[in-house]
RNA sequence: GCGCCCGUAGCUCAGUCGGAUAGAGCAUCAGCCUUCUAAGCUGAGGGUCGCUGGUUCGAUUCCAGCCGGGCGCACCA
């Protein structure tokens, strides 16, 4: 488990003293439970607390208490790391850090910089995410967009505790939904041209489909003749779909989402892999032949039922392309395989985990983030989508109004199993109540200080330069605790798939911030004019504007740190 | 009917490998700009953590059963 420096520490040493005690009998527990530091809520109970007593008591089959003073009797560094350390009420660990401590946290994030948070806990380990993979049908919607940035902050966040990590685009260029889209531009296009038809049952309905045949009308028609119109329908589908899949790599660049990597469905078709993938299963007598179609035997992993891969037609059930396509993951040596989904395939997850087992992996090596939809307001009334007629909010409509960064933020900002309610003219507001700015703003105002400074010909401080025991006010460390619990912030959002929490923490860390730069003066006033009296009068010499400007730049690093996983930028103004 | 997810302040939501008097934002009300960005800050009110049991020294958190909302139960993708 990596933490902070100080909970590093502390943790350390209460490890020690546990250790200590049972060599000397005082405790006998042969493993420890894994020590837990929480700021508490209340300042007066310290820095950090630690309930490790209270959890040992009954395999100690001691009060809660004196197991706490056993520990307490045998920190061996006490002098050097606390000021204070109290045992409450049932056996509560109550522990006040040496502000020298503290201090130390800035000149930690100084020295790492951009890899401050950053841990090694995933080396080695090689992970794929697979996210957004929308039908290449249409335009992005809202819930895509969500997808996209909750897939993208997933692999930054694993990428950020050492994972090797991947985030790929499956493509479903194959199969019936591919069929329609030609079928359904083959219509519009045979409209445009005068004659009237029936549009394709199933068809796609939205206006972008006359868009694109309009686009493609002239190319058709050069070519009309010596086509068959079973040829035509083909060409159709070809040029609809490389147009459409093209307007979401352009819709995912302007939203700031890089995929690394596109897997095409079609290819798994072409290569035989879906064959490959089939074969292997049946050797391991894991499909068989029943009313004429092939079944995948599901329900001997726990799925609910078996499940046809192979229809009486002849053709592949898009479950066998994606077994294929798992498959061919599994293959490229992934030790953790992620997939994305829209909530409403949550019934997909046990077929899938059933395709692990049944290729000889544990069930877990596949894990499934959900993502609820959004539900889109302005000013507080629904804006209602149809997806029946084809017309809903594009994501690009969205970004356009709001920005790629406030959309980003608020997709991020709730648990994404959860339905988020997304209000547009909220997102585009400037003001406090939006937290995307908020947050930007906290950052940018610490730019701001940097161009003060430098006006007044203060040069920036180095944190190993600087004299640090300054910073003993309770803002400032309360500061300094919060930047400390970084590490472990990012390594637990990391580990849950939660890239919320990132966004909450931002929030936090932004109100101390202000909070802070309201109430504490940081630079001196400009030399013409006369001393303050009040905000400014509280002793600021030149070494508290230096350490406070350290504390500064340590805010800033981690604001921008915490932006940058979730793929926001970092604005120097506003 | 079966399965999964959700149910925390008026609203939107954090928090839950069990911990001390349950948090934030919005909204409401009352204040703060001749000062380093007011895109900011301070204060106040606001709660049976859906209900009922169980496990525990201790449950919003774990378990069971209900209630309410969403979604899923295809030889569709």
């Not at 520990?71 to 850090?97: A, H």
């Not at 493509?171 to 359904?184: E, H, I, P, T, W």
């Not at 995929?259 to 499909?287: C, G, M, P, Y």
Request: glycine share 6%.
């Amino acid at each position: 488990m990596s933490q902070g420096l100080v909970q590093e520490r502390v943790t350390t040493a209460l490890l020690g003293a546990l250790n200590d005690a049972r060599e000397k009998g005082q405790l006998k527990t042969a493993a420890w439970p894994a020590l837990s530091l929480d700021a508490p809520k209340r300042p007066e109970w310290g820095d950090l607390a630690s309930t490790v007593a209270m959890s040992l008591a009954s395999s100690e089959h001691k009060a809660p208490h004196d197991i706490a003073k056993i520990i307490v009797e045998n920190l061996s560094q006490r002098e050097q790391l606390f000021d204070r350390v109290e045992i409450v009420r049932p056996g509560f660990l109550n522990l006040t850090v040496k502000p020298a401590l503290w201090q130390e946290v800035l000149r930690e994030i100084e020295s790492q910089g951009v890899r401050y948070g950053r841990t090694a806990i995933g080396t080695g380990q090689r992970v794929l995410i697979e996210y957004v993979s929308a039908n290449p049908t249409g335009p992005l919607h809202v819930g895509h967009g969500r997808g996209a940035a909750v897939g993208q902050a997933v692999v930054r966040l694993l990428d950020a505790v050492g994972y090797d990590a991947v985030g790929e685009y499956y493509v479903n260029d194959a199969g019936r939904q591919m069929k329609l889209l030609g079928a359904s531009v083959y219509a519009r296009y045979q409209e445009l041209s005068g004659r009237t038809v029936e549009f394709p049952e199933d068809g796609y309905h939205g206006s972008y489909i006359t868009t694109v045949a309009q686009q493609l009308k002239e190319e058709l028609d050069r070519v009309a003749s010596e086509l068959t119109p079973v040829e035509l329908e083909t060409r159709c589908r070809a040029l609809a779909y490389e147009r459409l899949l093209g307007l979401i790599r352009d819709d995912l660049q302007s939203f700031g989402i890089e995929i690394q990597s596109w897997f095409s469905e079609a290819s798994l078709l072409e290569t035989k892999a879906v064959e490959r993938a089939l074969d292997e299963l049946k050797t391991r007598d894991l499909l068989f032949q029943e009313d004429g179609a092939w079944w995948f035997r599901a329900s001997l992993y726990g799925d609910e039922k078996d499940r046809v891969v192979k229809k009486q037609d002849g053709e592949y059930t898009y479950l066998a392309s994606d077994i294929a396509y798992h498959y061919d993951k599994l293959g490229r040596g992934y030790d953790l395989l992620i997939d994305v989904f829209g909530a409403d395939h949550h019934g997909y997850i046990p077929r899938m985990q059933a395709v692990m087992q049944a290729y000889g992996h544990p069930k877990d090596r596949l894990q499934v983030v959900l993502v609820q939809l959004v539900k889109l307001l302005r000013d507080g009334v629904e804006v209602k989508m149809s997806k029946r007629t084809g017309e809903f909010i594009t994501m690009r409509e969205v970004i356009d109004e709001v920005g790629a960064d406030a959309a980003k933020f608020y997709f991020l900002m709730r648990d994404s199993r959860t339905h988020l309610e997304f209000d547009l003219e909220l997102a585009k507001q400037r003001s406090a109540d939006n937290p995307v700015y908020y947050v930007q703003y906290a950052h940018a105002r610490i730019c701001s200080l940097w161009r003060v400074a430098s006006a007044r010909g203060i040069a920036r401080p180095s944190a190993a330069g600087t004299d640090l025991t300054v910073l003993t006010d309770s803002d400032e460390l309360g500061l300094i605790k919060k930047l400390s619990s970084y590490p472990e912030l990012i390594q637990s959002s990391a580990l849950a798939f939660e890239p919320h929490r990132v966004t909450y923490y931002l929030q936090q860390l932004a109100a101390l911030l202000h909070t802070f730069y309201n109430k504490h003066r940081i630079l001196p006033p400009a030399t013409d004019q006369e001393p303050e009296e009040s905000i400014s009068a509280e002793g600021l010499t030149p070494e508290r504007t230096a350490a406070r400007l350290v504390l500064m730049g340590a805010v800033q690093q981690v604001l921008r740190n915490g932006l940058d996983v979730l793929a926001i930028s970092a604005p120097e103004h506003m």
